[in-house]
C-alpha cells in the first residue's frame, strides 16, 4: 500500500506552495487539499500565465492528474464556481479532473456577514480575517450545525440551510450588524445548481483505495504551520489544523499512511494581518523585501510585513510536523542584499531561548541574530549557485537537521533549482 505524501507550509502561509504543487505533480496521480478554504490564495505562473487558485488543488492544470477537494475544506459555492468558470475558459476539464467531498461544509452568505461583525466587534483586538466565513462555517461544523456539500442533493437541503440562517440572523441582532441577505442570497443558490452538477464522492473511501491500488498522492495544505489552530501563534490563527495532522483528518487517512512531509518556507519571512512576528523588519530593509518580492496577498492583496528568516519558528513547525525535506522559496528576493540576518534563538524576558514561548502574543521577544554574507547575484541554474548562497542554504540544513531539496529563485514553473534528493546527514 503507498503512503500519500504531505506538502504544507512552515511559517505564516504566502510560502508559494502552488508553485511548489504545481512543479511536482507530473510524479503525482491525484492532488487533493485538506483543509481551510478560499482563505488560501495558491499562485501559478506558466507560460506567461499566472493564475490564483482558492480552494481547487494546485495540480488542475496537469490533464493526467485527479483532484480532490476533502472533507476538512470549507466551500464557498460562489467562490468554486468563479474559479471554475475561469478554469474552463483556460480549457480544464473540470467535470473529470475534480473530485468534491460529500463531506465538505458549506460556507454560507450569513457566515461571511459573522465574520465582518465578528471582527468589527473585536476593533483593535481583531485578528485580520479574510472575511470569507471561514471562522464562522468551523463553528457552526464543530457545533453540529453545519451544511455540507453531500446535502445539496437531499431533499431536506432547503429547511437545513433555513434553519441554519435563521440562527445566523439572531447573532447578527446580538453584533447589531446591518445586512442585506436578499442581495447576496440568488448568487449562492445559483452556485449550488453548478455545484450539483459537480462529481461528489465518499472521499475517504476514493483516498483509501488508491493508495492500495499504488496510486501516488499529494495533500496540499494551505495557510501555514504557525496558523495552526492549536499550535500556532493562537489567537492570531486559522480556523483550522494545518499541520501534517490535519491531512489524516482532513482526508480520512490514518497517520501510518502518511510518507514524506515536504516542508515550504521562505528564505525570509512573512505575515499578513495582526499578530506577533519576532523577526519583523519596520524599515527600509523589510519596505525592500515587500517591493523585491511582491509581498501582497494574492486573496486580500493585502500589504505582507516582512522579516529575517525565524529559525525557532521553522524549528518548531518542522518539529510538530515531522517533515522530511524542505523547499526554500524566493532566495531570488535576496540577491541584491550585502548581507543577511537569520534569527537563531530569542531573548523572552530576558532569558535566552530556542523555543517559541506560550503566550507569544504578549510576551518579551527579541531575536538573537547571526548575519551572514550576501550573494549580490541573481540566481538561476544548480551549477552556478553563489557560494554564499550555497552557504546559507547549508547554514539553514545543519540549524534544522533537514535537507533543502529544492530552492525557488522566481514565480514561474521553471525557475525551480532541484538541488539534491539523497537523504541529508546532520554532520
Given at each position: 500500500m503507498n503512503k500519500a505524501n504531505v506538502l504544507l507550509g512552515l511559517q505564516w502561509g504566502d510560502e508559494g506552495k502552488g508553485k511548489v504543487v504545481d512543479v511536482l505533480t507530473p510524479s503525482y496521480d491525484i492532488?487533493?487539499?485538506?483543509?481551510?478554504?478560499?482563505?488560501?490564495?495558491?499562485?501559478?505562473?506558466?507560460?506567461?500565465?499566472?493564475?490564483?487558485?482558492?480552494?481547487?488543488?494546485?495540480?488542475?492544470?496537469?490533464?493526467?492528474?485527479t483532484n480532490i477537494i476533502g472533507n476538512g475544506v470549507v466551500i464557498d459555492p460562489v467562490i468554486l464556481k468563479r474559479e471554475i468558470d475561469a478554469l474552463i475558459k483556460m480549457g480544464v476539464d473540470i467535470k473529470k479532473q475534480l473530485l468534491i467531498s460529500k463531506r465538505?461544509?458549506?460556507?454560507?452568505?450569513?457566515?461571511?456577514?459573522?465574520?465582518?461583525?465578528s471582527e468589527a466587534a473585536k476593533g483593535k483586538e481583531k485578528i485580520g480575517s479574510t472575511l470569507k466565513g471561514i471562522g464562522p462555517t468551523y463553528m457552526d461544523k464543530t457545533g453540529r450545525n453545519g451544511l455540507r456539500v453531500g446535502d445539496v442533493s437531499g431533499n431536506q437541503f432547503k429547511e437545513k440551510y433555513q434553519s441554519l440562517v435563521e440562527k445566523h440572523k439572531q447573532l447578527l441582532a446580538f453584533h447589531k450588524f446591518e445586512y442585506n441577505l436578499t442581495e447576496l442570497e440568488p448568487a449562492w443558490f445559483e452556485a449550488i445548481e453548478d455545484l450539483k452538477k459537480l462529481t461528489h464522492i465518499d472521499s475517504e473511501y476514493y483516498i483509501n483505495e488508491a493508495l492500495k491500488k499504488g496510486k501516488k498522492i499529494l495533500a496540499e495544505g494551505a495557510q501555514g504551520s504557525m496558523l495552526d489552530v492549536d499550535?500556532?501563534?493562537?489567537?492570531?490563527v486559522t480556523s483550522s489544523n494545518t499541520m501534517t495532522a490535519g491531512c489524516c483528518t482532513g482526508l480520512g487517512i490514518a497517520p501510518n499512511a502518511v510518507g514524506n512531509v515536504i516542508g515550504i518556507f521562505k528564505a525570509y519571512c512573512t505575515r499578513v494581518g495582526g499578530g506577533p512576528f519576532p523577526t519583523e523588519l519596520n524599515d527600509e530593509v523589510g519596505e525592500t523585501m515587500r517591493k523585491i518580492g511582491n509581498e501582497y496577498g494574492s486573496t486580500t492583496g493585502r500589504a505582507r510585513r516582512c522579516g529575517w528568516l525565524d529559525l525557532p519558528a521553522l524549528k518548531y513547525a518542522i518539529m510538530i510536523n515531522g517533515v522530511t525535506e524542505l523547499t526554500m522559496m524566493k532566495a531570488d528576493v535576496l540577491d541584491d542584499f550585502d548581507s543577511i540576518k537569520v534569527c537563531t534563538h530569542y531573548m523572552v524576558?530576558?532569558?535566552?531561548?530556542?523555543?517559541?514561548?506560550?503566550?507569544?502574543?504578549?510576551a518579551d521577544i527579541k531575536p538573537v541574530y547571526k548575519e551572514l554574507k550576501g550573494w549580490k547575484?541573481?540566481?538561476?541554474?544548480?551549477?552556478?549557485?553563489?557560494?554564499?548562497?550555497?552557504?546559507?542554504?547549508?547554514?539553514?540544513?545543519?540549524?534544522?537537521?533537514?535537507?533543502?531539496?529544492?530552492?525557488?529563485?522566481?514565480?514561474?514553473?521553471?525557475?525551480?533549482?532541484?538541488?539534491?534528493?539523497e537523504p541529508f546527514v546532520n554532520s
Open positions: 492532488i487533493c487539499r485538506f483543509q481551510g478554504g478560499p482563505n488560501a490564495g495558491h499562485t501559478l505562473e506558466f507560460n506567461g500565465i499566472k493564475h490564483v487558485l482558492n480552494t481547487i488543488p494546485s495540480g488542475i492544470f496537469h490533464p493526467h492528474c465538505a461544509h458549506l460556507i454560507l452568505p450569513t457566515h461571511r456577514l459573522l465574520d465582518a461583525a499550535f500556532g501563534t493562537y489567537p492570531f524576558n530576558g532569558e535566552k531561548t530556542e523555543q517559541l514561548p506560550f503566550d507569544i502574543t504578549h547575484q541573481n540566481c538561476t541554474l544548480a551549477q552556478s549557485l553563489p557560494d554564499a548562497l550555497l552557504h546559507y542554504i547549508q547554514f539553514i540544513e545543519q540549524e534544522t537537521g533537514v535537507p533543502i531539496s529544492i530552492v525557488s529563485v522566481g514565480p514561474d514553473r521553471k525557475q525551480t533549482i532541484v538541488l539534491k534528493k
